[in-house]
T-cell receptor, first 114, second 115 residues
Framework: DTEVTQTPKHLVMGMTNKKSLKCEQHMGHRAMYWYKQKAKKPPELMFVYSYEKLSINESVPSRFSPECPNSSLLNLHLHALQPEDSALYLC?????????????FGPGTRLTVL | AQSVAQPEDQVNVAEGNPLTVKCTYSVSGNPYLFWYVQYPNRGLQFLLKYITGDNLVKGSYGFEAEFNKSQTSFHLKKPSALVSDSALYFCAVRDSPNQGGKLIFGQGTELSVKP
C-alpha cells in the first residue's frame, strides 16, 4: 500500500461544532504531518509527529488539536473554528523526519466553516 | 533563513514543446531540494528530489531537474510537454539534516499546456 488516505473528503461545519479529520498510511512511515492549504497557495505546515510524538507545532491555535494514536493513524480534532479556517487540510507521511525523506501526501479534506 | 523562489506565477507551453519551471533557493547549509505537482482538487504528488550526487535528477512522468550550485537553482524540465502536465508545481527545500521535517515551499507555478 503506497498511499495516504484521508477522510472525510469534504466537511462543512458550524463555528460551534466539534469534528475530526482522519489520516491513515500503511507504508511503515514514522513521520506524519498536517498542512493547511488555501487555494493556489503553498501548503502551510501545522504539526509534525515523529515516532508518534509531536515534534513540531507551528504555533497553531488551540482550536486545532492533533492526535497520533499509533504509527499509522493521525487525527486532527477541530473545535470552535472560524470561517477563515476554511481550507484544504492535507496529511502527509515520510519514512522519517530527516531532511532527505520525501513526503507523501493524501488527497486532502476540503473544510468549510460557516 | 532558508527560502525558495519560483519567479513565474504561470508558464504557458504548447503541447510537444519542452517546458521549464524555474526555482531558486537560499539555504545556509547543503540543500535538500524537492519538486511536487498538484492537480486540481488533489493532494501534492512527489516528482523528484536532489540530495547529493549527479546534478541531473530524473523523476516521475518524464520530468527531470538540474541542480546548479553556483546559480542556486533547481529548475524542473521536460523535453516534450503533455496537456495532462497542466497543474500547479511547487519547489521545496530543507536545510541541513537537522531541519526536523519542515519543508519550505515556493509560491507555486501554474503550468498550462495547450494542444
Amino acid at each position: 500500500d503506497t498511499e495516504v488516505t484521508q477522510t472525510p473528503k469534504h466537511l462543512v461545519m458550524g463555528m460551534t461544532n466539534k469534528k475530526s479529520l482522519k489520516c491513515e498510511q500503511h507504508m511503515g512511515h514514522r513521520a506524519m504531518y498536517w498542512y493547511k492549504q488555501k487555494a493556489k497557495k503553498p501548503p502551510e505546515l501545522m504539526f509534525v509527529y515523529s515516532y508518534e510524538k509531536l515534534s513540531i507545532n507551528e504555533s497553531v491555535p488551540s482550536r486545532f488539536s492533533p492526535e497520533c494514536p499509533n504509527s499509522s493513524l493521525l487525527n486532527l480534532h477541530l473545535h470552535a473554528l472560524q470561517p477563515e479556517d476554511s481550507a484544504l487540510y492535507l496529511c502527509a507521511s515520510s519514512q522519517g523526519s530527516g531532511s532527505g525523506n520525501e513526503q507523501f501526501f493524501g488527497p486532502g479534506t476540503r473544510l468549510t466553516v460557516l | 533563513a532558508q527560502s525558495v523562489a519560483q519567479p513565474e506565477d504561470q508558464v504557458n507551453v504548447a503541447e510537444g514543446n519542452p517546458l521549464t519551471v524555474k526555482c531558486t533557493y537560499s539555504v545556509s547549509g547543503n540543500p535538500y531540494l524537492f519538486w511536487y505537482v498538484q492537480y486540481p482538487n488533489r493532494g501534492l504528488q512527489f516528482l523528484l528530489k536532489y540530495i547529493t550526487g549527479d546534478n541531473l535528477v530524473k523523476g516521475s512522468y518524464g520530468f527531470e531537474a538540474e541542480f546548479n550550485k553556483s546559480q542556486t537553482s533547481f529548475h524542473l524540465k521536460k523535453p516534450s510537454a503533455l496537456v495532462s502536465d497542466s497543474a500547479l508545481y511547487f519547489c521545496a527545500v530543507r536545510d541541513s539534516p537537522n531541519q526536523g521535517g519542515k519543508l519550505i515551499f515556493g509560491q507555486g507555478t501554474e503550468l498550462s499546456v495547450k494542444p
